[in-house]
């Protein structure tokens, strides 16, 4: 894609000069305003070129930033190893749980591990603080949830809305 579209920019929460933009195709790109005309770092996060439609930098942890997909996929990032380079970058978590495409994200204002989500459909919250017990279910900690298991980092859902497009933490109520 040469030209592909901005679903969504968010500028970073500790660097006045730095956003980030998902894009169609796949893509998140960090820009710095002082270098005009391309992005400091370009990488292709979802293989399967979904479009990547909402971001969010978590306003605690600066180098965390979330991204959701129109195949459903919900993924964190840490912008430190988000380096430019032949291999796509690991996230640190990723859901799949979802079958609609994300249409909102937006981490908690003072909790560095509460991020809610929504579908088409519903908003989630999750508590990404939460680890799966590896001796209780044999996998791994890394493991994705392919079969539409619930994972235990999932706290909350709101079903039954339809057409969701935003969801966001009350700024007068902080838990």
Known sequence: IDNPSVEDIQWSPTEGTVFATAEC????KIYDTRC??????TNKIHENSADVNV????????????????DGLFSVWDLRNFQS??????????????????TSLE????DESMIVVSDEDATYIYD?????????DGKSP?????DG???????????????????????????
């Open 85 to 102: 380079t032949d291999a796509p970058p690991q996230p640190l978590a990723r859901f799949t749980c979802h079958k609609k495409p994300i």
């Open 25 to 28: 195709g796949g893509y998140v």
């Open 142 to 146: 890394n493991t994705e949830l392919d």
């Open 55 to 70: 971001i969010s930098w978590n306003p605690i942890i600066s180098n965390l930033l979330a991204s959701g997909c129109d």
């Open 128 to 136: 990404l603080s939460i680890e799966e017990d590896e001796e209780e």
């Open 107 to 110: 981490w908690h204002p003072s």
């Open 36 to 41: 005009a005309g391309r992005p400091m770092l």
């Open 149 to 175: 298991s619930i994972p235990p980092q999932l706290l909350f859902v709101h079903c039954g809305s339809q057409s969701t497009k935003e969801v966001h933490w009350h700024p007068k109520i902080t838990s």
